[in-house]
């Protein structure tokens, strides 16, 4: 069973840094994206960054130039910088792959994580 195991939310003042990191877990036989949203308490879910196998990147316009997505193939994980953090940024930030998973059916399939709650005071 695959999942995505996040990490490295928490509260800090606006103006410092966090870096969350999603790990893909369980029997993946490629990775073709994984990326960040996240949800803000009576908003929409919204895209924030994300990453392809090929190392095209997408940041949302509101996180340009503060937020930066990575990732390291070998351990099938993504990493979100996130500095210069605002309040307004303060959401649940999930984490998301589309993968194959290796089972031989040849089919990819989204998976999402838990989440991980990012609080910025101002």
């Known amino acids: 069973q695959v999942q995505l195991v996040e990490s490295g939310g928490g509260l800090v003042q606006a103006g410092g840094s966090l870096r969350l990191s999603c790990a893909a877990t369980?029997?993946?036989?490629?990775?073709?994206?994984m990326g960040w949203y996240r949800q803000a308490p009576g908003k929409q879910r919204e895209l924030v960054a994300f990453i392809t196998n090929g190392g095209s990147k997408k940041h949302a316009d509101s996180v340009k130039g503060r937020f930066t997505i990575s990732r390291d193939n070998a351990k099938n994980t993504v990493a979100l910088q996130m500095n210069s953090l605002r309040p307004e940024d303060t959401a649940v930030y999930y984490c998301?792959?589309?993968?194959?998973?290796?089972?031989?059916?040849?089919?990819?399939?989204?998976?999402w994580g838990q989440g991980t709650q990012v609080t910025v005071s101002s």
């Open positions: 998301n792959a589309d993968l194959l998973p290796n089972d031989d059916s040849d089919q990819e399939e989204i998976y």
């Open positions: 369980g029997s993946i036989f490629s990775i073709n994206a």
